[in-house]
Structure formats: C-alpha cells, structure tokens
C-alpha cells in the first residue's frame, strides 16, 4: 500500500510537472517568435514600401541565419500575395501554412505558426509575414524529461519497496508477537498476564486493549470460581444430611414401594454429591490446592477392583480386562487414580448407549504403565478432541439424552498431570479410545522400601 501511494503520487507530481513545463515553454516560444516576426516585418518595410522584393529575400535568408529553427517564412503585400518567402530545404517548399484566421499563432503537428502584420511609419498595414518553425526541440525536451521521469520513478519504487519492507517487517513482527501471546493464553487458559509493548502507535493501542481485556477475563473467572467454591461448599453439607437420612430410612423397616422410593432418592442423592464433589475439586484444582496423598498399592488390584466395581453399576454393559502390570507397586494417590479410572470407565458406558463391549488394556514398557480404556460408541469429532480436557467442555453433536458437565476429565488430567504422567485420546474406527500413562520411575518394585 505503502509503495502503490508513493509511486501514484510521485507520478501525479511528474505528469502536472512535465504538462505545465511544456505548456509555459510553448508560451515563451509563442512570444519570441511573434517578436521576431515584428523585428523581419519592420525590417521590411521600406522593402514593400519601395517594391525590393530582392530586399525582402535578402531579410528572410539572414534570419534564417539566427533561427535555424524557422523552416518556412513568407510575406506578403497588402494585396495578399506572396511578396517574399523562404524555404529552409527544398522539402519545406511544398509546405503550406494552415489557416490562421485572427490567430496570431497556432501550433500544429509540431510546428508552431505566428503571424504579424506590417505597419508603415504612417501606420498604414503594408501587409503581413508569417513564420513557420519546427518544435523538433520541444519533442527531444519531452522526450528526455519523460526518460529522467521513468528513471527517478523506477528508483523511488525500488527505495520505497526497500523501505517498506523494513517497517512492514518492524509492525508485523510486534503484531505477530501479540497473535503468538494470544494463541498461548488461548491455549494455556491463563488469563492472569499482561503484554509490553513501549510504543505509542495503534499497535501499542490494541495491546493495551487486549490486556485490559485479559483483566477482564481473568476478573470473571476469579468470580466464577470462587462462587462455584462456595455454592459447592454450602450444598455439601445439607446433601451429606439428607444423604444420612435417606440411608437411615433405607435400613429402617419400610415397605417395599418405600423402599424403592427411598433408593430412587439415594441414587439422585449420590449424583448431586458426585457433581458437588466434581465442583469442590474443580475448586482445589483452581486455588492450587488439590494435593496428592501418595502411597504404595498394587496397580494390578486397583484397575481390577474398579472394574468390578463399575461392571456392578453398570450390568448392561461388559467391561473386559486385557494384558497385567505383574501385580507391581506404585507410588501414587490410589483415590485419585480410581478417580480418573471410575470416570473413563463411566463416560465409556455413557458414550456408548449401543455398544456394550469395553475393553481396559494394561500395557508395560521399561519408561511407563499405559491403561486403555477403548469403547464402540458415539466417538469424539477429531477437530474436538483437543477441546475434551478443557473445563465445562462437551461436544456439540452431543445427544441431549446424556447428561455430564464437562468437568471429568478436566480433574482427571490435573491428576494425572500431577502424577507427571499423561492422559490422551485417540480416534478409533468406532468409538473412542482414552489412555493415561504413568512415568516407571514412580513405581515401587515390590523389595523397595518407600519414604512417602
Ligand atoms: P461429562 O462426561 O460429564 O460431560 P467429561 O469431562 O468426562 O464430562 O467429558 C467431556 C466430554 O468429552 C463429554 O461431554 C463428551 O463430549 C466427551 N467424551 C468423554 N468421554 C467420551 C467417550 N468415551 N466417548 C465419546 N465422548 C466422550
């Protein structure tokens, strides 16, 4: 754009420069002629007066002498006809003057024509001379100012080109610096920063507006958290109550329907509590406080038992167990693993509504302990999967029939994290797949003594 300006302007300044230069030299040329043309007129005025055609000549071959430019020159008596005349080369001899009128000049295919009458001393018009010069001059004057014109353009393109490209690299360079910073907070969810940026151009502008939109952000989020800390806080304790009465009642005598009831409350009773425990770790994990209590178990035992224990919740659905860790120990929270264990395991029997099959594969290698959690259901869009992990997530094509809040695996990959280990998911033919690994060196060989 830069370039496109200056050369446009540039050449609007050549284009006005040359067309007024030509039109004033055209001016001064006009001028001189039609003096010349009164200095032969009154050089030949006794001429005409005594009837010297031979004088007139004479006059005209001279001037021809000072103005090589004039090609053609005649002059004529008062009757109109051609006293004397001059012609520079005998291919000028065929040249006949266009038609004045009144104009006392006129420029014509290059060649400028001036006319001038001739006055006696007694004011008496003894008849007329008329002048024609070659512009040939005027043509080599355009010409090289047209080339120098070309030349400074073609010049200024390439300095401004240079120039260009150096402030175009000094702006995009600080404005890719902000889009990087953007796609990082994007990409961390870390909107407690701020960006420098010294200047006082419309770049610093919009960086000042995206830090105070960081703050803004940040502001909310502090909000939001910290009512979902206390909402969590003040529902837990009433739901521990009704959930303590309800398993009273539950154990008292009661009739079968009440009982049936009763359980049907419980079990709405444990959803709420397992949202509200969700929301408290969610907290935690927020205010950095979610802490691990580490201890030496079995890892063999603890995937078996948390299949046991959700192929019970879940009877419709068959959950199989594929390859062993060697019944080896790891140091790890246990709780905190059957966590992250009960919620694939759960989201693969909620994701699979059709498909009743889920295998758990336990995979060793000298650097991890890998366990898959592979179903057939609905499946995660490739384009979402990174989105999975983030908090309050679900996919969009999600069917309205399955409930959830999104907040899963986002504690599952915080625990998991705090493990140093990782957890992914990978797109399969059908269904999903999900796999947390688990770095060997927090396993404890089963002859290790462990300083927790
Ligand atoms: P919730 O299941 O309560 O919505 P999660 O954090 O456990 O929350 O899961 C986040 C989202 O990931 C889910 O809403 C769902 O869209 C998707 N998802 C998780 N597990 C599976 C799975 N096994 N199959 C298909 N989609 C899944």
């Given amino acids: 754009m830069q370039v496109i300006t200056s050369v446009l302007v540039l050449a609007l300044f050549f284009i006005v ?33 005594f009837d010297r055609d031979d004088e007139a000549q ?42 004045l009128g009144n104009k006392k000049s006129l420029i014509q295919n290059n060649h400028l024509y001036v006319s001038s009458d001739i006055i006696s001393g007694e004011n008496e018009k003894l008849g007329k001379i008329i002048l024609e010069s070659d512009l040939v001059e005027l043509q080599k004057m355009n010409n090289s100012k047209i080339r120098l014109a070309v030349i400074i353009l073609v010049f200024s393109i390439g300095f401004s080109f240079i120039i260009a490209i150096l ?19 994007e990409k961390s969810g870390d909107y407690n920063k701020s960006f420098d940026d010294e200047g006082k151009d419309e770049i610093s502008v919009l960086t000042k507006a995206f830090n105070d939109l960081l703050h803004k952000v940040h502001e909310n989020q502090q909000r939001k958290d910290q009512f979902i800390s206390i909402a969590s806080h003040e529902l837990k304790t009433p739901l521990t109550t009704v959930k303590g009465y309800l398993e009273l009642l539950e154990r008292n005598n009661s009739t079968p ?111 991890e302990y890998i366990i898959k959690v592979r179903d057939y259901g609905i499946g995660i869009p490739e384009n979402e999967q990174a989105n999975i992990f983030e908090r309050f997530y679900r996919t969009k094509e999600m069917p309205v029939s399955i409930s959830g809040f999104g907040l899963g695996l986002y504690i599952s990959r915080d625990i998991i994290r705090r493990h140093n280990g990782k957890i992914w998911v990978e797109s399969q033919e059908k269904g999903t797949a999900f796999y947390i690994s688990l770095p060997a060196n927090n396993v404890v060989k089963p002859n290790d003594t462990v300083q927790p």
């Fill in 17 to 49: 420069f040359i067309i007024s230069d030509i039109r004033s030299f055209k001016q001064r040329k006009v001028k001189n002629m039609i003096g010349v043309a009164q200095v032969i007129g009154n050089n030949t005025v006794s001429a005409l007066e």
């Fill in 167 to 185: 402030l175009q690299r000094y702006i995009s360079q600080r404005l890719l610096r902000l889009v990087g910073s953007m796609k990082e907070v």
């Fill in 58 to 99: 004479k006059t005209l071959m001279e001037v021809n002498t000072v103005m090589p430019e004039i090609v053609h020159a005649e002059i004529y008596d008062r009757n109109g006809n051609v006293f004397a005349s001059f012609f520079k080369t005998a291919k000028d001899s065929t040249s006949v003057f266009p038609a």
């Fill in 257 to 367: 329907t009440e009982k049936q009831f009763i359980q049907k409350a419980l079990k709405n009773a444990n959803k709420l509590d397992s949202l509200i425990r969700d929301l408290l770790d969610v907290s935690k994990i927020q205010s950095g406080q979610l802490k691990l209590n580490l201890q030496e178990f079995n890892i063999d035992n603890l995937v078996d038992e948390t299949i046991a224990s959700n192929q019970l919740a879940f009877p419709g659905h068959q959950i199989y167990r594929e390859g062993q860790f060697g019944n080896e120990r790891i140091f790890a929270d246990r709780l905190r693993i059957e966590q992250v264990l009960n919620n694939l395991l759960s989201n693969a029997v909620k994701y699979s509504p059709h498909e009743k099959k889920i295998v758990v594969t336990s995979t060793k290698t000298p650097a």
